[in-house]
Each structure stands twice: as structure tokens, then as C-alpha cells.
């Protein structure tokens, strides 16, 4: 029995000797302390014994136990430092290697440009104290035209050819749409913009998207003039631009404004002189705009004999082509990675 038990301990610990994962250790421990492991089998059986060997039998049984217990927890020690050590060369990060030459740039994702240009607009006019106000792509006949001065059979309404809905609504034409919805929410003063995408049954060219952005603006507050409105939109594009602009204001037809202008700004390309990207004019038409007609703000709760304001419809893509020179707005959309990996 004795040389029995030596037998056990013996081959215990060799085989905790040579394991090499904590799974294994368990393996271990159930094979020879487990419910039916060898050494557990000796001392349950410890009544079988000659009474006179049963004390020193169950005295080494005990230590050898014990034995066996400290082996394996000493080899669970040394096996958790070693596999975590073993992880650490594996995944070993270089934290003083920087992120552009760790990566290629191209395996980046980035911004859409209209996008790019849609925040640093949002940055630029929340700096000059505008909200920022959103409103659904598919709107009532209600934000889109009639709360805008454009009522039902009027001719203004062939300016905008829309896509309808079933349901009688449609696929907001332009971002004055969120002015109307402002206008509900904000009481005056208030100083607003509507960032988003708007919808025109068009047919495509080189100039023409059935799908494009804009950025609304509105500005209400007492004896507010055309004065205010040029100011604003210089600062504006200066900003954008990163430098001066030289603007001018052409008579412009909105139902909604009185009066409207177009804003067109001296050519940033060939600074004035005539180019391809201003028709040899060097004016670049870039930003319908006007003083808020006294019929929308009267629509949207305010008095115009107390408040008047100015709006302005800026839109994106025109300003990302000049920006980068492009020359088809068809490219936004197209969904062409060479297009997009440029930005
Ligand atoms: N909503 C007009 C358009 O898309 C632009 C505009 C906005 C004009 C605000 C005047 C004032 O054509």
C-alpha cells in the first residue's frame, strides 16, 4: 500500500512537471485527487486497512495530497505569468509609431466633400451666433410652398418642379422648408440655419442633379436691412473662402423674400479677369437671398410690423466644385471611389 502511494505521488508530480496549460493541470488534478482519482480512491478505502498500518497510511496519504496540491498550484502560477509574458511579445504595440505611417492613408474612410464643407459652414455660422435646425426630406405642401408666399396655382411653382408622393406630400425642393419650421419653434430675435438635402425633378447634366445640398439661413430681428444681409454673407464667404470676396447683388424672383437678390462674387479663379469657370464674366452667380417677405413671417407668428429679417439659400455643391474645380455635378453622387478618395 505504502509503495503504492509513493507510486502516485511519484507520477503526480511528474505529470504537473511537464504540463503545459492550466487546462492540463486540471486534467491533473482530476486523475489523481479527483472524485474518482487514484490518491482519493486510497484514502476512501483507508477501512480495508490493517488497523495497525491505517494511522501511517492515512498520515502519508494526507501529505502526499498536499503535495500534489502545492505542484500543481506552483506550475498554475508559473503558467498564468508565462502565457500572459507569451501575449505580451505577441501583440507587442509600438506606441511611439505614429498612425500615418502605421496606416496607409488610403485605407481610411473619410467625409463625402459636401459634407466636409457642410461642417465647416455649421463651425463658421455657430460662431456668428445661428442655430442649427433640421427638418424631413419629405415635406408637406404646407413648409415647402404655401407658408412660403407660394400658394396653390401660383406660377412660381413651375420655378421648382417636384416629386410628389401619393399622400399629396413631396420631396422637399429646397431647404427654405426648415425657415417655416424655425419660425414655429423660435421666437424673435433669433438667428437660424437648416443644413440638408433637397430634391428637383430635373434632368442631369453636367450642372444639374436631381439630388443636391444646401445650407437655408434666417436671420430675424428688429429694422433688419439689406445692409445686415450683405454683411453677414461677406463674412460668411470670407470665411469659407479664406479670403476676401468681392460680392454684388442682381435682382433675384423668390416669392418668399422682397426684396431677393442673387449674390454672385467676383471669381476667385481667374480673380475677375474672365475664365471657363465664370463664363468668361468673372462673376460667379453663387447665393439667392432677400429680405424675409413680410407674407412668411406673418404665416410663421411674427409680426412684420415689429420683426424683419433676411434669408439666404446657400448652395453646397456649387460652392465644392468652384472650391476644387469640378466640373460635373454628377460626380457627388456617383458613388465613383476615385471621385471620392480624392477629399
Ligand atoms: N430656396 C431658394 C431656392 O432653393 C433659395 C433662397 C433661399 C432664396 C432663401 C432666397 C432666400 O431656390
Avoid at 406660377?155 to 416629386?163: G, I, L
Avoid at 410628389?164 to 422637399?172: A, H, I, Q, S, Y
Avoid at 461677406?234 to 460680392?247: A, D, M, S
Amino acid at each position: 500500500m505504502k509503495n503504492k502511494l509513493i507510486n502516485i505521488r511519484t507520477e503526480a508530480l511528474a505529470d504537473v512537471r511537464v504540463a503545459g496549460t492550466i487546462d492540463a493541470l486540471e486534467d491533473i488534478r482530476i486523475k489523481y485527487l479527483g472524485r474518482k482519482g487514484a490518491l482519493t480512491l486510497i484514502l476512501r478505502s483507508l477501512g480495508n486497512v490493517p488497523p495497525e498500518e491505517r494511522a501511517s497510511i492515512g498520515k502519508l496519504s494526507n501529505q502526499y495530497k498536499s503535495d500534489i496540491e502545492t505542484a500543481l498550484d506552483d506550475k498554475k502560477n508559473e503558467l498564468t505569468h508565462t502565457s500572459s509574458g507569451g501575449m505580451i511579445q505577441k501583440q507587442w504595440i509600438d506606441v511611439t509609431l505614429d498612425r500615418e505611417t502605421a496606416t496607409a492613408r488610403e485605407s481610411l474612410g473619410r467625409l463625402h466633400p459636401i459634407t466636409q464643407i457642410q461642417y465647416e459652414i455649421e463651425d463658421i455660422v455657430t460662431s456668428m451666433g445661428f442655430e442649427i435646425h433640421d427638418g424631413p426630406e419629405v415635406e408637406t405642401d404646407y413648409y415647402n410652398f404655401e407658408a412660403l408666399n407660394i400658394p396653390r396655382h401660383h406660377p412660381a411653382r413651375d420655378m421648382q418642379d417636384t416629386f410628389w408622393t401619393e399622400d399629396g406630400n413631396l420631396l422637399r425642393t429646397h431647404t427654405s422648408a426648415i425657415q417655416v419650421r424655425a419660425m414655429e419653434k423660435r421666437k424673435p430675435p433669433f438667428r437660424i440655419v437648416g443644413p440638408g438635402r433637397v430634391f428637383r425633378y430635373e434632368s442631369t447634366d453636367a450642372s444639374h442633379e436631381n439630388t443636391f445640398y444646401q445650407v437655408e439661413g434666417m436671420m430675424v430681428d428688429r429694422d433688419i436691412t439689406v445692409a445686415h444681409l450683405i454683411y453677414v454673407m461677406k463674412e460668411l464667404l470670407k470665411e469659407i473662402f479664406q479670403r476676401q470676396v468681392t460680392v454684388r447683388l442682381r435682382p433675384g424672383y423668390f416669392p418668399f423674400v422682397e426684396p431677393g437678390f442673387e449674390l454672385d462674387i467676383h471669381c476667385l479663379i481667374c480673380d475677375g479677369a474672365g475664365c471657363s469657370v465664370c463664363k468668361q464674366s468673372g462673376w460667379v452667380e453663387l447665393l439667392p437671398c432677400g429680405l424675409v417677405h413680410p407674407n412668411v413671417l406673418r404665416m410663421g407668428g411674427i409680426d412684420p410690423e415689429v420683426w424683419s429679417g433676411f434669408a439666404f439659400g446657400l448652395g453646397l455643391n456649387r460652392l465644392v466644385m468652384m472650391k476644387y474645380g469640378i466640373n460635373d455635378i454628377r460626380h457627388f453622387l456617383s458613388g465613383d471611389i476615385r471621385f471620392l478618395m480624392q477629399f
